[in-house]
């Protein structure tokens, strides 16, 4: 049974930084990827980024790229999200999902399962 959890968020000006957390638990292979999802009310879920475990592979949406970096801690089983120059257009519920085929290097929301419970991220000066 993987479970994955999620820890971080929290309220940070425009243009501050936020780390987040996905601790990962039951993970019996590593050829899958793990990927962060955000949702802001009213709005469907977006990807974010995601990594691929075994490689490292990374792939990032548009809207976050050269701002947010995702890595891999394998001795722990956790995914991070370091997100720096924080807009409030960020602002939302983080998740993180896997995808348990990493190497199709896939970005839709309902190719992952085992999701977290979230955590929120808001953007407010």
């Known amino acids: 049974q993987v479970r994955l959890v999620e820890s971080g968020g929290g309220l940070v000006q425009p243009g501050g930084s936020l780390r987040l957390s996905c601790a990962a638990s039951?993970?019996?292979?590593?050829?899958?990827?793990m990927g962060w999802f955000r949702q802001a009310p009213g709005k469907e879920r977006e990807f974010v980024a995601r990594?691929?475990?075994?490689?490292?592979?990374?792939y990032y949406a548009d809207s976050v790229k050269g701002r947010f970096t995702i890595s891999r801690d394998n001795t722990n089983n956790t995914v991070y999200l370091q997100m720096n120059s924080l807009k409030p257009g960020d602002t939302a519920g983080y998740f993180c999902?896997?995808?348990?085929?990493?190497?199709?290097?896939?970005?839709?929301?309902?190719?992952?399962?085992?999701w977290g419970q979230g955590t929120q991220v808001t953007v407010s000066s």
């Open positions: 039951g993970l019996t292979f590593s050829g899958y990827a």
């Open positions: 990594i691929s475990w075994s490689d490292g592979i990374t």
């Open positions: 999902a896997l995808d348990r085929l990493g190497f199709m290097l896939r970005t839709d929301p309902i190719r992952y399962d085992s």
